[in-house]
């Protein structure tokens, strides 16, 4: 069932609505972990694969689930901050990589199908781009809750993983100054290359973050007065879907910069907000890393990408589902007449 058409019409509802959401389930977390004991394999011989497993399985609420209906969902929107040249690419590249989606020639239309995941995509008011967040506020309340929604409905209880990604031209440049918010420092530490800007321009895009920042002081002691004053249409719409599989228990993977940003306003809500949550990859970009260390994940896969599209998350999926069908199909060391270690 999907979820309901207005789940909340105000950021504090929204806020009260992720209160105490449900955890995972303990009794099929430990029954995982002793199954996971009498497989055939010496202890920990499969590593974080092991650890995977029994993540998922405490969210499904079984010893030894399946995955089954895996769903990605990439979230596109416009930001004001993208005219003022942070981005290799112009703005109107937002539209025509969603057409591209739609007509399946995108990486993520790939990863997707390799995955065997439904993929979904959402466009929020590509003609209405955020507000120059160098200047004031991305959004306004209305606005901001709107996205969320957005994120919210996308995710259904019938499906047992959830990926999200984005599209959005000048969104690195907003995911930097959300880090900035949220976590301090100086912008040089949170703005990297982005779509490929280097050198002097690199300099500029970081002195817009710093910039935005100082727009926008008076939000700094509110997450998510953060996420709407600093974020764009498709990082909060990346939240609220979050949020909802939070609610709902359904296991999410993390893409790369973009997404975790908009995961770490969640996180500075209330870190256990991500506890259904693992990064699925490090992203080429060059604050991922420090991000995810000050949320305290590690991420699955390393292959120097930065693409954003939900497409290192996409890729991690095949990972997981190796992981949850070794820990299914094996022969437990009493089935398969096996000798254990003593």
């Given at each position: ?23 995972a389930?303990?009794r ?13 394999k010496?202890a ?16 499904k ?39 591209n ?7 993520i239309?790939?990863?997707?199908r390799?995955a ?11 003609d ?5 967040i ?14 969320l929604?957005?994120g ?8 047992d993983l ?21 976590f ?7 703005t ?27 939000s ?15 990082i909060a ?21 973009v ?17 259904h ?5 490090l992203?080429?970009?060059s ?25 290192g ?7 997981l589902?190796?992981a949850?069908e ?17």
């Amino acid at each position: 069932m999907e979820a309901e058409a207005q789940p909340f019409d105000s950021l504090e509802k929204f806020a009260k609505a992720i209160e105490n959401p449900p955890s995972a389930s303990r009794r099929a977390r430990d029954e995982a972990l002793e199954r996971n004991s009498r497989l055939t394999k010496p202890a920990g011989s499969l590593g974080r694969l092991e650890e995977l497993a029994v993540w998922f399985a405490s969210w499904k609420g079984l010893a030894a689930p399946e995955l089954l209906s895996p769903r990605i969902v990439v979230f596109a929107a416009n930001h004001g901050v993208a005219a003022r040249g942070v981005s290799a690419y112009p703005a109107q590249v937002t539209a025509q990589m969603v057409a591209n989606f739609e007509s399946g020639g995108a990486a993520i239309n790939q990863l997707a199908r390799t995955a065997q995941a439904e993929l979904r995509v959402h466009v929020l008011s590509l003609d209405r781009p955020t507000r120059d967040i160098a200047e004031g506020p991305a959004m306004n309340e209305n606005e901001a809750v709107e996205a969320l929604c957005c994120g919210w409905r996308s995710v259904s209880d019938c499906v047992d993983l959830l990926v999200v990604g984005e599209m959005g031209i000048g969104n690195t440049t907003s995911a930097s100054a959300i880090a900035l918010a949220l976590f301090g420092g100086s912008a040089g530490d949170w703005t990297g290359a982005g779509t490929g800007v280097s050198g002097a321009r690199l300099k500029y895009k970081s002195r817009i973050v710093e910039q935005a920042v100082g727009a926008n002081k008076t939000s700094l002691s509110n997450p998510l007065e953060i996420l709407r004053c600093l974020g764009g249409r498709e990082i909060a719409a990346m939240a609220g879907a979050i949020a909802r599989a939070r609610v709902l228990g359904i296991p999410v993977i993390l893409d790369g910069f973009v997404c975790t940003a908009a995961a770490s306003v969640l996180h500075a809500v209330d870190a256990s907000l991500l506890d259904h949550a693992v990064a699925g990859h490090l992203s080429k970009e060059s604050s991922h890393g420090k991000l995810l260390s000050e949320m305290g994940m590690s991420p699955l896969l390393d292959l120097g990408m930065r693409l954003g599209e939900a497409s290192g998350a996409a890729l991690a999926i095949g990972l997981l589902r190796s992981a949850v069908e070794l820990h299914r199909g094996m022969s437990t060391f009493e089935e398969a007449g096996v000798s254990s270690a003593d």
